[in-house]
């Protein structure tokens, strides 16, 4: 497993408090949940195909949490567990939380609990013990964490051993259009580079997890004007590195930006807007050693004949 004292691959200079300023208004997200709910439905899709009936859930970066109720839906008799940085978007959700009418008679009867539970929190720190969630769901929040390693080796410890890790996030290809028509105003990074799936993949085998899975979808968004494209683009989150430029940007700038944009105007006559979406899942295996590193040895008794 990744020793969280190591040293971390940093996928980006992300500033996070940046990042909980820009997600500080739930309203300000709320145009580009549309893109957030597709994938949410993708991993569903994908979710159905495991076979797991677990006790406790976590969504590591629910936001104002719609996936919540997607959760409770399938595992009616499981605590569901939402954490997000920003208490203006646990606040969303403790609003939005749907009531289970199952919850009271399942509290009575099963020994563990049941319904959602919110905790403010950095879902690279969770505030959970050792083998404690089941199943951990993050839907497009790994990519604001500078440093995934160490979420994944996090993610991994909270788990139970067989728990199942399942997670989306944006890959290199993402906003591509936008990088282009931004190269042409200056130098200075406009987005995330977001991380390549087969390094996620590294990453997770680095931390710790078995059989890690990834796969890769191109979802184009397209546009009638410039101003929605960057209106969803900011109400996906904007630019949160540390490296990005602190000024104005002049009119003449912009206006060559804009002007790039429009020069990718596809066919049809809309602008195109790419998603690389990256899907990933894998499970924590057994320990092959104890904690003082002993080899730890299993048999299987023999099956009757």
């Known amino acids: ?40 439905a993708r991993m569903h899709e994908r979710l159905q195909l495991v076979k797991v009936a677990p006790a406790r859930v976590l969504d590591a970066g629910c936001g104002t949490g719609p996936d919540l109720g997607l959760l409770q839906k399938d595992y009616p008799a499981a605590q569901i567990v939402g954490i997000d940085s920003n208490i203006g978007m646990i606040a969303a959700a403790r609003t939005s939380a749907p009531a289970s009418s199952l919850k009271s008679v399942l509290n009575r009867l099963m020994p563990s609990r049941t319904g959602i539970d919110l905790l ?117 989150g904007g630019n949160p590195l540390a490296t990005r430029a602190r000024g104005l940007v002049g009119r003449a700038a912009w206006q060559r930006m804009l002007a790039a944009l429009e020069r990718q105007r596809r066919p049809d006559g809309k602008l195109g807007l790419t998603f690389e979406v990256i899907y990933g899942h894998a499970f924590r295996p057994a320990p092959r050693k104890t904690a003082a590193g002993e080899a730890i040895i299993r048999f299987e008794p023999p099956r009757p004949r």
């Open 1 to 40: 497993m990744a020793n969280p004292q190591s040293p971390s691959k940093m996928s980006a200079p992300i500033d996070q408090a940046r990042v909980r300023t820009l997600f500080a208004d739930p309203a300000r997200m709320a145009p580009a949940d549309f893109l957030r709910r597709e994938i949410a």
């Open 120 to 236: 403010c929190g950095d879902f690279g720190a969770l505030p959970l013990g050792p083998n404690s969630v089941d199943l951990v769901w993050s839907n497009l929040a790994l990519l604001w964490h500078p440093q995934p390693d160490r979420v994944f080796a996090e993610w991994r410890r909270v788990l139970r051993v067989d728990g199942l890790l399942m997670f989306s996030s944006f890959g290199p290809d993402t906003l591509r259009e936008l990088r282009a028509a931004f190269a042409s105003m200056d130098e200075t990074p406009h987005a995330l580079p977001f991380v390549d799936m087969h390094d996620f993949g590294d990453q997770l085998v680095e931390a710790g997890f078995s059989t890690p899975v990834m796969d890769m979808e191109v979802i184009t968004v397209t546009y009638d004007t410039a101003e929605a494209l960057l209106a969803d683009v900011r109400a996906l």
